[in-house]
């Protein structure tokens, strides 16, 4: 999961790890190994070869009025993913990946390399961000059909339960809450609502 971290979109953020858990899928993301030592980009990378798909959010690359710079960690991560996928038929491995961008982006007039894929758009809410997601992972070749129960608004209402779980584990872990779990948090519930 290549996502924004900051508090603004924090909310689709943890509706995409509760989607890819509810899809029966392990999210992976650089915050999973906690290695300072090891730089993020090393962390992405490892991330991405060990992954046979990859979700992009590419919400948060814009630019900033007051520096005129854009974000480009998003895009570039996703460039990664792209690339990867060129390769990866020569390197006996598979890997797909689905892009998110906000409603009526602009993406084509200034990369027009992707003019032939269809990217998925949403308007920042994880009531808009779970439908395309979990249609992507219904659609994987290969993959055992997810269950009748598991639909977007199942999801969608488990989502501010989700969110007072957190908190009370971000508490529980000074502020600092651990990848591992955050994703033990929405492997539990959706162990507990879904069926």
């Given at each position: 999961?290549n996502?924004?971290?900051d508090p603004a979109?924090?909310?689709c953020?943890?509706?995409?790890v509760l989607?890819?858990?509810?899809?029966?899928?392990q999210?992976?993301?650089?915050?999973?190994s906690g290695t300072?030592s090891?730089?993020?980009?090393a962390?992405i990378?490892?991330?991405l070869?060990g992954?046979?798909?990859?979700i992009?959010d590419?919400?948060?690359a814009?630019g900033d009025p007051s520096?005129s710079?854009?974000?480009?960690?998003?895009?570039?991560?996703?460039?990664?993913?792209f690339f990867?996928?060129?390769i990866a038929?020569?390197?006996?491995a598979?890997?797909d990946?689905?892009?998110l961008?906000?409603e009526?982006?602009?993406h084509?007039?200034?990369?027009?390399?992707?003019?032939?894929?269809?990217?998925?758009?949403?308007?920042?809410?994880p009531?808009?961000?779970?439908?395309?997601?979990?249609?992507?992972l219904?659609t994987?070749p290969g993959e055992?059909p997810?269950?009748?129960?598991v639909?977007?608004?199942?999801?969608?209402?488990?989502?501010?339960?989700f969110?007072?779980?957190?908190?009370?584990?971000?508490?529980?872990?000074g502020?600092?809450?651990?990848?591992?779990n955050?994703v033990?948090?929405a492997?539990?519930?959706v162990?507990?609502?879904?069926?």
């Open positions: 999961m996502c924004p971290f979109v924090e909310a953020h943890n509706a995409l989607t890819v858990v509810a899809a029966g899928f999210p992976r993301s650089a915050l999973e300072a090891l730089p993020r980009i962390r990378g490892d991330a070869r992954s046979s798909y990859s992009h590419l919400t948060r814009y520096t710079l854009a974000r480009f960690n998003m895009p570039f991560e996703f460039g990664m993913a990867f996928t060129q038929e020569d390197l006996s598979q890997h990946w689905l892009a961008l906000p009526a982006h602009p084509g007039e200034f990369i027009s390399d992707l003019a032939g894929y269809d990217l998925e758009t949403h308007n920042g809410t009531e808009r961000v779970i439908p395309p997601v979990l249609a992507w219904a994987r055992p997810l269950p009748p129960y639909t977007p608004a199942r999801i969608a209402s488990l989502v501010p339960e969110e007072l779980l957190l908190d009370a584990e971000r508490k529980k872990w502020g600092k809450l651990p990848w591992p955050l033990e948090t492997r539990d519930l162990a507990s609502r879904l069926p």
